[in-house]
């Protein structure tokens, strides 16, 4: 059974591992960009990511990412290879979850954020346009794989990665804004299929001004809060590392160095570990 995701209220100094949650599938972070050398087969190949976390506070938004991409589908084996995950365009910080691509079907939800990032808007409308798209998008990449690729279309509805989930964040009206959509699709009874979206926006629906998104695999991150307690002395940028370091360190499936680490704050974008990968 997949693991819930789990998005939880922080502050600066110490983190609060719940305090405010929403329950979803397990879902995990990347932007499949470009093959590796030496690995075409993953063009043709459907891109699953693995686990990020991210602090927003009044001050500033703070993200990490593994960097263990995961490709299934076209009847060859699961692989595994170092991806991209976290992106920048101009001010604005994103990346994509769970399901993130299928170059050979024309699912690229990385290419159709970049599209609408290039039109000066609120980030918040371009949210509601970007929950339009992607979610006419999702329908019809799982109606072809539910045609073509049975087993893959059963785990893009049930598996542990299942549905999409894109994450944005900008610096915007003297604040770090950070805005998440989770895309799941459902069977009914009699089978059609159908698109259900939940948004999480911070500030608006965090009561405190302060929220973390952790999203991906979260066991460790869950036994260390357990036996240690859900408070932890560390700033935005320290807790993002921290955190996806605890799953690498319990050898989680799919989760694998290096880590990259950004900081969005009214300065503008750092890279506090990798680098940018500008559209």
Not at 7 to 24: D, K
Not at 98 to 115: E, W
Not at 141 to 166: K, Q
Request: proline share 6%; aromatic share 6%.
């Amino acid at each position: 059974m997949a693991q819930p995701e789990r998005w939880g209220a922080m502050s600066p100094t110490r983190l609060t591992l719940a305090a405010v949650a929403f329950v979803m599938p397990q879902i995990g972070l990347t932007a499949c960009d470009a093959p590796a050398e030496g690995s075409a087969s993953d063009e043709n190949a459907v891109c699953y990511g693995t686990t990020i976390v991210a602090v927003r506070t009044p001050e500033v938004f703070a993200m990490a990412a593994d960097g263990e991409g995961t490709f299934k589908g076209r009847g060859m084996p699961t692989t595994s290879r170092l991806v991209s995950k976290i992106f920048q365009k101009a001010g604005l910080l994103y990346a994509i979850s769970g399901l993130t691509k299928d170059a050979n079907r024309g699912f690229d939800p990385a290419a159709a954020i970049a599209s609408f990032i290039s039109v000066p808007q609120p980030l918040r409308k371009t949210a509601n346009d970007l929950e339009r798209i992607l979610s006419n998008s999702l329908r019809n990449e799982l109606t072809t794989l539910r045609a073509e690729e049975p087993a893959l279309f059963r785990h893009a509805v049930e598996g542990d990665s299942r549905g999409t989930s894109i994450l944005l964040a900008c610096w915007e009206n003297e604040e770090p804004l950070a805005i998440a959509i989770h895309f799941l699709g459902v069977l009914d009874e009699e089978g059609k299929l159908t698109i259900r979206t939940t948004r999480l926006a911070c500030p608006g629906d965090c009561p405190n001004g302060t929220f973390t998104f952790f999203l991906g695999h979260h066991t460790a991150i869950d036994k260390y809060a357990s036996e240690r307690g859900n408070r932890i002395p560390m700033s935005p940028e320290e807790s993002v590392r921290f955190f996806v370091q605890l799953e690498i360190d319990a050898g989680t499936p799919g989760v694998g160095l290096p880590i990259d680490i950004v900081r969005l704050d009214r300065n503008g974008i750092s890279w506090l570990s990798g680098k940018s990968n500008n559209e």
